[in-house]
């Protein structure tokens, strides 16, 4: 869903450069798939169930990262997102409910922490669909007050109709962005889709947010690398601060060393708390969080980012799922515990 600029890259797939060659040998039954979709680029590695190619899992992939962007993109202004929040009255699909359904149910364990809707701020701050920030001004307080009024995972609704299921607003200036978690559901739904062909080893990554399951084509865990974050960060070649070996999970960092901006000295990051309407001004740099599924793993990490290093620890700790932090001019931290079945 994030056009290239707005990217989070801050996860390395090592796999991809350390194990690519044994993928492709034929023995081995593993498939490289790659591509570009959702302004960035995506690749997996999965065990070429029986009956299947190469050729088809390519193309049924390709589709279905398609289908999440015809209704999840905010920048593909036909999308079924972008139509209802123009004001369009049509039923969801399967990927808009998914992402609402979640959505809702994680809004209400943060607290509002976690809020899609508040896509009216995250624009107005130039971090959301309607620009890079670079031209913008810093909104008044007052302004700030009167966005939040159309704000709120509660200011929504869903009710059922004879052709679907529909979503109902508030107010028609409510609207909704589901970036920081459409590109870890993007990961979840290619995944279920290889598991029904039969598929139980793969590993996806979408815009560097990841699901791995099974076993990896040296016939272990997957290694995936945590890179070292650092508002000097550029290019596709980061440090890495951490390789975890990881199977039967998703994994996703977040971070604000990336995508910010500076106005009279004062530095403006693009995670914003919904909570209040401004840039969030705590020292962590990068929250990585290891749970059970990508989407999951996708929009707890933008949680942990909006309420900082303490309260991120709490809630890790208290929900049951591994978080890494990273504060600035402070070493990487681990948190938390594995849930059932998750290794590290």
Not at 2 to 12: C, D, E, F, I, V
Not at 278 to 298: G, K, R
Request: hydrophobic share 35%; proline share 4%; glycine share 10%.
């Amino acid at each position: 869903m994030k056009a290239s600029a707005n990217l989070r890259p801050l996860l390395t797939a090592l796999l991809f450069a350390a194990c690519l060659l044994s993928s492709c040998d034929r023995s081995t039954r593993y498939a490289k798939l790659e591509g570009y979709a959702q302004g960035g680029t995506w690749h997996a590695i999965c065990r070429i169930p029986q009956g299947q190619n190469e050729k088809r899992l390519q193309e049924g992939a390709d589709e279905i990262l398609r289908s999440v962007n015809r209704s999840l993109s905010g920048y593909n202004k036909g999308s079924l997102l972008s139509r209802i929040n123009r004001g369009d009255d049509l039923p969801l699909d399967e990927h808009m409910l998914r992402n609402f359904s979640l959505s809702k149910e994680i809004w209400e364990l943060s607290g509002g922490a976690f809020d899609p809707s508040a896509a009216p701020i995250f624009d107005r701050w130039g971090f959301g669909f309607a620009g890079d920030g670079k031209d913008v001004d810093i909104p008044p307080a007052a302004e700030l007050d009167s966005l939040m009024a159309f704000t709120g995972m509660d200011l929504f609704s869903t009710e059922e109709r004879e052709d679907g299921i529909h979503l109902v607003k508030a107010d028609s200036r409510c609207r909704l962005n589901f970036n920081a978690i459409a590109q870890g559901y993007s990961c979840d739904t290619i995944g279920r889709w290889l598991e029904s062909l039969g598929c139980h080893d793969y590993m996806v990554e979408v815009g560097r947010e990841i699901l791995c399951k099974g076993k990896s084509a040296r016939g272990g865990d997957w290694i995936i690398g945590v890179e070292y974050p650092s508002y000097d960060a550029a290019g596709d070649s980061p440090a890495l601060i951490e390789k975890l070996n990881l199977t039967d999970c998703g994994i996703v960092t977040s971070g604000n060393y990336r995508k910010y901006y500076i106005r009279d000295g004062r530095r403006y990051a693009h995670t914003v708390d919904p909570r209040t309407g401004m840039p969030v001004e705590h020292n962590l740099l990068s929250a990585t969080v290891i749970a059970e599924d990508a989407a999951t793993a996708d929009a707890y990490a933008t949680w942990m980012m909006v309420i900082g290093p303490e309260a991120a620890s709490r809630i890790a700790d208290s929900l049951g799922f591994i978080l890494y932090l990273v504060e600035d001019g402070k070493p990487l931290v681990k948190v938390g515990s594995s849930p059932s079945g998750l290794q590290d």
